[in-house]
């Protein structure tokens, strides 16, 4: 008799090569049972504060004409929008994950409105998932205003 987490196995040759294949058999099977898991989030879509393009927007804020130039409205028109749109679109943090800031889902929808870019490259210059997409959300909320 062969015990095993699985239960247990009745050999009824004790020989060690019955053994051996008996155990053998048992991890494949358990093997073939388990379930790879993929990862909920890719690695650099973890690191949103390093490379999202927030931080390229702090810089911007020195250089008026370049803040206009990338989100096509000055600061001042960018803050009151955004003042409108946060009770609306703003989301509560979870314990798995911290949520995409309004300000980050605002800036990101009118730099994607700006450079009419496809919408997969939204995720690229951004760092933020496809499924947290900030351009539904906000296109209900310019609706609703």
């Known amino acids: 008799t062969v015990k095993f987490s699985c239960g247990v196995v009745r050999i009824m040759a004790p020989s060690d ?8 058999l048992l991890a494949i099977r358990n093997s073939e049972n388990k379930v790879r898991r993929k990862l909920w989030t890719k690695n650099w879509l973890k690191k949103r504060k390093v490379f999202s393009h927030v931080n390229l927007l702090n810089e911007l804020r020195f250089s008026p004409k370049d ?3 990338y989100l096509r409205m000055d600061e001042d028109t960018y803050l ?3 003042s409108l749109v946060t009770p609306i679109i703003q989301k509560k ?3 798995m994950r911290t949520a995409i800031s309004p300000h ?4 990101a929808t009118l730099r ?6 496809c919408y997969e490259d ?3 210059f951004t760092a933020i998932s496809p499924f947290g997409s900030p351009l539904t959300k906000f296109a209900t909320s310019m609706v609703n205003l």
């Open 80 to 82: 009151r929008l955004l």
């Open 67 to 69: 803040w206009h130039n």
């Open 93 to 95: 943090d979870t314990i």
């Open 122 to 124: 939204l995720k690229f």
């Open 17 to 24: 090569d019955d053994d051996a294949l008996a155990v053998l």
């Open 104 to 107: 980050e889902r605002l800036s």
């Open 112 to 117: 994607f409105l700006a450079t009419g870019r």
